[in-house]
């Protein structure tokens, strides 16, 4: 296991206060509603940010193969995730991490909001919020997820091939496709090149309230007006404790049968409390 972190960070109680007061792109209000997470508007990653390579099995051997950069397109900063250069296999959980401003209390609803682009596929990438201490997040990497967004068209072990449409957690490691209600069918494929944006509204009650579950609406592609895409997704855990990290993974899928390197871009993460549907400004 390889670790590689930009700053080791612990986070708990008023430490964690203090280091969102001093970063100055994360914990800002925008707004009445809008918390900004990141906006990646500056030439390097910010030091709230820890990238972790869990399972780092490239052969030969490649040290810190992950890409996670701020890029600039149409003069618009955004984060770069891919699991390694291209040509390069093996670097399996590929992380990266950051606190969330304020966390979201069990029994809290709040909106996380996101914008995502395809740089190309073949690909795999899942993103979401964290309930667990960030040194705990190398050892349970898919299990660090709750609420979890996934952009791939791997295929899976039991031959099931996806093809790229955004895909919502229907139970643990189980997936379904995000729907358009407009033709009661499975959304198209993401377009590789195009900005999403993607509103999530987390329900962090617990199970026995109807909790433990999250709703997704879409605006881009083929969705050209906002539009309710998933109803009653569920947490991959469900551990109903309070929701504190901003968590993303690649993975370029084993050596013998890799996935794929293709990047997915990361922009504008914001949150508020309740169901909040506007675009942060």
């Known amino acids: ?11 708990s109680g008023a430490a964690l206060l203090s280091l ?24 390097q990653l910010g ?10 099995e490239t052969d030969p051997f490649v040290k810190n193969p992950q890409i996670s950069e701020i890029r600039s397109e149409s003069g618009n900063r955004f984060l770069m ?6 040509g390069i296999v093996g670097n ?39 309930n667990i201490a960030a040194e705990n997040i190398a050892a349970e990497n898919y299990n660090a997820f709750e609420p979890m967004i996934r952009i791939t068209d791997k295929t899976e072990t039991n031959g099931d091939k996806n093809d790229g449409t955004l895909m ?21 494929p993401m377009v590789p090149g195009t900005w999403y944006e993607v509103w999530t509204v987390i329900n962090n009650a617990p199970k026995s309230a109807g909790g433990q579950s999250y709703d997704l609406y879409v605006r881009g592609g083929a969705f050209t007006d906002q539009s309710k895409v998933y109803t009653g997704a569920t947490f991959r855990m469900n551990r109903e404790a309070p929701l504190t990290g901003f968590v993303a993974i690649t993975n370029t899928g084993p050596k013998k049968s890799p996935y794929g390197n293709g990047g997915v871009g990361y922009d504008d993460i914001y949150m508020a409390k309740g169901t909040q549907l506007s675009t942060p400004e």
Request: proline share 5%; charged share 20%; glycine share 4%.
């Open 47 to 56: 030091p709230a940010w820890t990238i972790i390579d869990a399972q780092n």
């Open 81 to 86: 995730r891919k699991p390694a250069a291209d």
């Open 20 to 43: 969102i007061a001093c970063e100055a792109n994360t914990g800002a209000a925008t707004g009445a509603d809008w918390t900004i997470v990141d906006d990646f508007e500056r030439t």
């Open 1 to 11: 296991m390889i670790m590689r972190t930009l700053q080791t960070l612990c986070f």
């Open 168 to 188: 919502v957690l229907s139970g643990y490691k189980t997936y379904a496709k995000i729907q358009n209600s407009n033709i009661n069918a499975p959304a198209e």
């Open 92 to 130: 399996r959980k590929a992380l990266i991490y950051t606190p969330l401003p304020e966390a979201i209390a069990v029994g809290d609803t709040y909106t996380l909001y996101c914008r995502v682009s395809v740089e190309y596929f073949p690909n795999n990438h899942s993103y979401g919020l964290t």
